[in-house]
């Protein structure tokens, strides 16, 4: 799992920010937390998930690139629609892998 150097979060998650962080690199679920990364279709732009499915070892060993941290899934919608804003307004466009830094698929 790897982390986006500029992390969107939340004004809940920006205080747990790094304990977040260690939880989810162990593998430990969080009952609120949800994780956005880049989508793992290259047709997408973001998948969002449940922190709880990191509990499952076949997924937790995916190539994950999180690029944000809400808590609950209201709040990862609206962070998501902040981060497509962000981007438009941005680059012009909805390159959401290169502004990330992530070219490849």
């Known amino acids: 799992m790897q982390w986006a150097e500029n992390?969107?979060?939340t004004d809940k998650t920006a205080k747990k920010k790094d304990k977040i962080i260690r939880k989810a690199n162990r593998g430990m679920g969080m009952v609120s937390i949800y994780l956005i990364t880049l989508a793992s279709n290259p047709e997408n732009l973001f998948d969002i998930f449940h922190a709880a499915h990191l509990k499952q070892s076949a997924f937790y060993k995916q190539d994950l690139f999180v690029v944000g941290?809400?808590?609950?899934?209201?709040?990862?919608?609206e962070l998501v629609q902040r981060m497509v804003e962000d981007i438009y307004r941005k680059t012009g466009g909805f390159a959401v892998r290169e502004y990330f830094g992530r070219t490849e698929n």
């Open 7 to 9: 992390l969107y979060l």
């Open 69 to 77: 941290i809400a808590s609950g899934y209201e709040e990862a919608l």
